[in-house]
C-alpha cells in the first residue's frame, strides 16, 4: 500500500477533496472503510502495487502500508501469516523484514502499529482525530496550522525533524513501537519491544564476523525466498552495496545492478568492472539526462511531485523532475529495489574517540551543520542544540548529558536512521516495493556494542564481504584499496584527521563550506519558484535572511517551508 489516513466522519467534507487528490496524483483508491466514527482510506503504490487486506482471525481484517517480508513470503500470504502470529503472540522477530504500518481493523474501531524500529513514519493531529502515513494528508485535513519554531530550524538545517516534532505545531509524529487504538477517541500506547540478542562486546573479531555474516546469511535467503529474480542493487563503490550484492550471491542471486553517475566516474567505473566479472546486467542512471526542459519547468509536473513526494522531501520539494522518473523507473516490471542506507551500523559512523561522550559533542559534531549568520535573531544555538540533546536522550531512555560510545552508537539507527533516512524510506515505499537490508532490528542489534577498532576503516565490514561472497572482496573499492586487503596508511590518516577534529572544529565545517553562495539550479530561481508562492518569503524572513542562505539544498528547504505557509496559511 502506498498511503492511508484515518479521519473523523464528522471531516468528510475535507476528505473527500483529499480523496481526489490522491488519486489524481496517481494513487489509486484500494478501499475505503467506516469503522465506528472513523473511515479509513487505503491507497496503493503508485506502481499499481500495493493494497493489502486480508481477513484475521478474531473476525476483522488487517491492511498494510509500506514493506513486509515474513517468513520468506510476500504480499497477502505475509500479512496473514504475521497476523496469525500477532493473534497468538509468536511473531517470530527474526523473520520479519520491513517498514511497515499495520492496520487491524473490526466493527468497534482501528488497532495501528508500526514496525518495531520505527523507521516507517505515520502522522496524528494534536487532537487525536486523524492519523496517516502522509504528511501531507495532515496538512489538508487540519483545520489550523501553526509554526513550530525549534522544527522550522532543524529541516532547514538538517533535513529533517526529531522526535515527534514537525514543523507544523499541530502535526506529530508517532513514536516507534506506537500501538494506536481508534475507538471513540484515539489512545497511543508502546508495543512491547524485540527481544534484543546478547551482547556482543565479549565476541573476538572472529566470532563478530561469524556471527554478522549468519544473520545476513538468513535476511537475503529470506530475500530471495520473497522476491526471488525481481531484485536489483542500488550499487556503488563502497561498502554496502557490495555487501548487499555478497548477501544475495550467497543466497544463491544473480541480481541486475544500476548505478547513479557518468561514464567515468568512479561509482560508474567499478560497477562496470564488477557487473562485467561477474556477468550482472548494469544500468548506468545519469540523472541530468532523465528529463527535458518542458519537463523541468512544467507547472503541473512540479504540483504533482508535491503530492507524490507528500509535501517535503529531506532535499527540498522543488526540483527538475528527474527523481519523480528514476525512482518510478525503479519498479518497471514488477522490480524490486535494494539500498543500503543504514549500513554503517558496521563502521565507525560518528568517527567521535572512543569513551564517555557528551551528547552535546554529538549534535555539535553532527547535527550542527547550520548558518548563524544567514538566521535571524529567533535563531539561539543553544536552544537549537539543548532540543537536539532532549531528543537523544528520549531514544536512549536516559536523562545523562555523557553517555558510553555504545550509546552514541545507537543514535545512528535511532536518529539519523529513523529521522533522516526513515523519510525518504516512506517516499520509496509510495513509488513501490523497495527493501533496506540493513534497517531492520534483527541486523541492527548488539552493533552499537562492536568495538570501535573493529568498525574503523570498515575492517569488520570487509571480512563480512569477504566471508560471504570471497571474489566481490578483490574487486577495487572506491576507498583506492580491495575490501580484501588491509587500509592503505593514507586512508587510515583521512579517518585519523576526521577523529581527532574536536566539536568545535567540526561544527564549523559548514560554515567554511558554504561562506560563498553556491550554484543554484533554474527549480530555485525566482521564475520558478514565483509560480508557486511570493518569492519576498514572508514567513520565512522571520527566520532567516534568504539572501545569505548558501547551501542550494539548505534554501530548498527554506522554499518548501515558505510554499507550505503560504498554501495553508499558517499561524505562529
Not at 502500508?65 to 504480499?75: C, D, N
Not at 474501531?109 to 496517516?132: C, H, K, P, W
Not at 489512545?187 to 564476523?209: D, H, I, K, Q, Y
Not at 550482472?280 to 504533482?304: E, F, G, Y
Request: with cysteine.
Amino acid at each position: 500500500m502506498g498511503a492511508f489516513f484515518i479521519a473523523g466522519n464528522d471531516s468528510s467534507a475535507r476528505w473527500q477533496a483529499l480523496d481526489a487528490a490522491h488519486r489524481a496524483a496517481g494513487l489509486a483508491l484500494a478501499r475505503r472503510v467506516e469503522i465506528g466514527g472513523h473511515t479509513l482510506f487505503q491507497y496503493r503504490k503508485l506502481d499499481g502495487e500495493g493494497g493489502l487486506c486480508v481477513d484475521t482471525p478474531d473476525g476483522g481484517f488487517a491492511c498494510l502500508t509500506g514493506q513486509l517480508l515474513y517468513r520468506g513470503t510476500i504480499g497477502d500470504e505475509a500479512l496473514r501469516l504475521y497476523c496469525a502470529d500477532l493473534a497468538q503472540n509468536v511473531v517470530d522477530q527474526e523473520r520479519v523484514i520491513g517498514q511497515f504500518a499495520l492496520l487491524l481493523c473490526k466493527d468497534k474501531g482501528i488497532r495501528l502499529l508500526t514496525d518495531a524500529m520505527g523507521f516507517f513514519q505515520v502522522y496524528v493531529n494534536r487532537e487525536g482525530e486523524i492519523a496517516s502515513s502522509s504528511f501531507w494528508a495532515l496538512l489538508e485535513l487540519a483545520p489550523r496550522l501553526s509554526i513550530d519554531t525549534t522544527g522550522v530550524y532543524q529541516y532547514a538545517w538538517n533535513g529533517a525533524t526529531f522526535g515527534g516534532r514537525t514543523f507544523i505545531s499541530e502535526i506529530r509524529r508517532l513514536p516507534a513501537g506506537a500501538d494506536v487504538v481508534f475507538g471513540e477517541r484515539m489512545t497511543v500506547g508502546r508495543g512491547s519491544a524485540p527481544p534484543t540478542p546478547p551482547r556482543e562486546t565479549a565476541m573476538s573479531f572472529a566470532e563478530l564476523v561469524d556471527t554478522h555474516s549468519q544473520r545476513l546469511r538468513a535476511l537475503f535467503a529470506d530475500l530471495a525466498k520473497g522476491f526471488d529474480g525481481r531484485l536489483h542493487v542500488s550499487f556503488s563503490s563502497g561498502y554496502d552495496s557490495r555487501l548487499m550484492l555478497a548477501g544475495l550471491k550467497a543466497a544463491g542471486l544473480r541480481p541486475r545492478l544500476f548505478v547513479y553517475g557518468q561514464e567515468h566516474d568512479s561509482d560508474v567505473e567499478i560497477a562496470r568492472q564488477i557487473a562485467i566479472g561477474e556477468g550482472l546486467v548494469l544500468n548506468v542512471i545519469d540523472k541530468s539526462r532523465l528529463v527535458d526542459s518542458d519537463t523541468a519547468s512544467s507547472l503541473s509536473r512540479q504540483k504533482r511531485d508535491f503530492i507524490r513526494f507528500d509535501a517535503w522531501k529531506v532535499d527540498g520539494i522543488f526540483d527538475d523532475g528527474a527523481d519523480a522518473v528514476d525512482r518510478m523507473s525503479r519498479h518497471v516490471d514488477g522490480a524490486v529495489p535494494l539500498n543500503g542506507s543504514l549500513g554503517e551500523i558496521y563502521r565507525n559512523f560518528f568517527y567521535i574517540p572512543d569513551g564517555e561522550t557528551a551528547l552535546k559533542a554529538v549534535a555539535d559534531s553532527f547535527f550542527s551543520a547550520y548558518a548563524p549568520g544567514a538566521c535571524t535573531e529567533r535563531f539561539r544555538a543553544a536552544a537549537y542544540v539543548d532540543a537536539l540533546v532532549r531528543t537523544f536522550q528520549e531514544e536512549l531512555h536516559s536523562q545523562e548529558h555523557c553517555v558510553s560510545r555504545a550509546q552514541v552508537e545507537r543514535l545512528y539507527p535511532l536518529v539519523r536512521g529513523r529521522y533522516w533516512t526513515g523519510r525518504d524510506v516512506n517516499l520509496n515505499l509510495r513509488f513501490g516495493r523497495m527493501v533496506f537490508p540493513f534497517m531492520q532490528a534483527q541486523v541492527i542489534a548488539g552493533t552499537e556494542d562492536i568495538p570501535l577498532s573493529f568498525k574503523n576503516y570498515g575492517y569488520l565490514e570487509s571480512k563480512v564481504i569477504e566471508r560471504l561472497a570471497p571474489e566481490l572482496a578483490a574487486y577495487p573499492s572506491g576507498y583506492g584499496y580491495r575490501f580484501c586487503d588491509p587500509p592503505p596508511l593514507r586512508h587510515r590518516a583521512r579517518n585519523w584527521l576526521t577523529l581527532f577534529r574536536p566539536p568545535s572544529l567540526r561544527r564549523r565545517s559548514y560554515r567554511l563550506r558554504f561562506a560563498r553562495r553556491m550554484a543554484f539550479p533554474p527549480y530555485l530561481g525566482q521564475q520558478h519558484l514565483a509560480r508557486f508562492m511570493d518569492t519576498e518569503m514572508p514567513y520565512m524572513r522571520r527566520f532567516f535572511h534568504p539572501s545569505r542562505l548558501h547551501d542550494p539544498d539548505a534554501f530548498n528547504r527554506v522554499a518548501t517551508m515558505e510554499y507550505l505557509f503560504q498554501r495553508y496559511n499558517a499561524q505562529e
